[in-house]
C-alpha cells in the first residue's frame, strides 16, 4: 500500500508487530525464523543468480555465530515468519576467515541501496537504524548504569534505575528553495565535483518542521521562506535521521551563503534542473538516485 511517495529506504514490507514484542518469545523459538546479520553497520550479502540480496541465515544459527540473542532485534514478519537483525560485533570482518566464512560479504548501504531491490534495502535500513541506535545506548541516559534489552531488543532497560529507552529517530528538513521558474541548490566541499543538492539541516527542539527549514534557509543561504510544503519523507540510516522533505517558496532571489555550511549555490531554472537530473548538464551533476533530495528536484521539475 503506498500512503505517498516512497523514497529508497522507505517501504519495509515486514509487518513490525509492534504491540506485541513484549511478548514474542515464541518468534525467537521459532525453527523458521530467519536473520540478517551486520558487522560494522553492513548487511551481510550474498549473489543470487548474479544479482545482490540479504543472506539470511536462519536465525538460531545467527544466534549462535555471532553472541546470542541478546545481539538479536525482532525486525517483523514476512507472511509468517519471524525475521530478526543480529549485530556481529569485533573489528574483525567475520566473513573473511571469521564465523562467517562462506556465507556471502558486508557491504556499505549507501552503496547496496542502489542495487539491492527497494524492499531489501529498506529491512537493511531499519536493521542498521536499530543497531546503531543501541551500540548509542548500552549506559542509561538517566544514571550511567548498564542497560539490558527488552521487548526483542526494541527497548533498553536500565539495570539500576529502570529508565526505558527506546529507539530514536533525528528529524532533519530538507529542501528544495523555489522562485517562480528557479530553484537554489547548493554544494558541500566533500562532494563529489560539480554536484549541487538541496539544502539541509536539523530540526531542533522547540521547532516545527516548517520554522526549522525557515531558519536553516536564512542561515545557509540567506533566503526568506514564504510558504513551506511537504512532499514526502525519507528514513536515513547514517544513522538514524528521517528526512522531511520540503518545496520553500522564497521571496526573492538575493542569496548570502553561509560558507561555513557551503562551498557555492547556484540558481537553476527548471529546464537546466533537468538536464541536471538527465545527467546532461555540462558542469552541474544532480545527487544520487537513492537521496530524497533528488526526489524532490524531479518532482518539482515535473511541476512546470
Ligand atoms: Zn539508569
Not at 42 to 69: H, K, N, T
Request: net charge negative.
Amino acid at each position: 500500500m503506498a500512503l505517498g511517495f516512497t523514497n529508497t529506504f522507505a517501504g519495509n514490507p515486514l509487518d513490525r508487530r509492534s504491540e506485541a514484542r513484549g511478548d514474542g518469545a515464541a518468534w525467537t523459538a521459532d525453527p523458521a525464523a530467519l536473520a540478517l546479520v551486520l558487522w560494522q553497520g553492513q548487511p551481510l550479502i550474498e549473489e543470487v543468480e548474479g544479482a545482490p540480496r540479504i543472506a539470511y541465515l536462519a536465525a538460531a544459527r545467527a544466534f549462535e555465530l555471532c553472541a546470542g540473542v541478546e545481539h538479536s532485534l525482532f525486525m517483523g514478519l514476512w507472511n509468517a515468519t519471524p525475521v530478526f537483525a543480529v549485530e556481529h560485533e569485533g573489528a574483525s570482518d567475520p566473513s573473511a576467515g571469521g564465523p562467517l566464512e562462506g556465507l556471502g560479504a558486508f557491504y556499505g548501504l549507501r552503496d547496496l541501496a542502489a542495487v539491492l531491490p527497494g524492499v531489501e534495502t529498506a529491512i537493511c535500513g531499519a536493521a542498521k537504524a536499530l543497531v546503531e541506535w543501541r551500540a548509542r545506548h548500552r549506559f542509561c541516559g538517566t544514571c550511567g548504569t548498564a542497560t539490558t534489552a527488552a521487548d526483542l531488543g526494541w527497548k533498553r532497560i536500565c539495570t539500576a534505575c529502570g529508565a526505558q529507552h527506546f529507539p530514536r529517530t533525528d528529524p532533519v528538513t530538507i529542501m528544495l528553495p523555489v522562485r517562480g521558474d528557479m530553484c537554489l541548490l547548493g554544494r558541500q566541499k566533500s562532494w563529489p565535483r560539480g554536484r549541487f543538492s538541496a539544502l539541509a539541516g536539523f530540526i531542533e527542539p522547540g521547532e516545527s518542521v516548517e520554522e526549522a527549514c525557515a531558519r536553516e534557509l536564512k542561515e545557509e543561504a540567506g533566503l526568506t521562506a514564504i510558504t513551506v510544503r511537504y512532499h514526502s519523507s525519507q528514513p536515513w540510516p547514517f544513522p538514524t535521521n528521517l528526512m522531511m522533505g520540503l518545496i520553500a517558496e522564497v521571496n526573492d532571489d538575493q542569496v548570502a551563503p553561509s560558507t561555513d555550511e557551503l562551498e557555492a549555490v547556484i540558481w537553476v531554472s527548471r529546464a537546466e534542473l533537468r538536464q541536471m537530473l538527465a545527467g546532461e548538464h555540462p558542469d552541474y551533476g544532480a545527487p544520487s538516485p537513492i537521496a530524497i533530495a533528488r526526489t524532490l528536484m524531479e518532482a518539482w521539475a515535473a511541476e512546470g
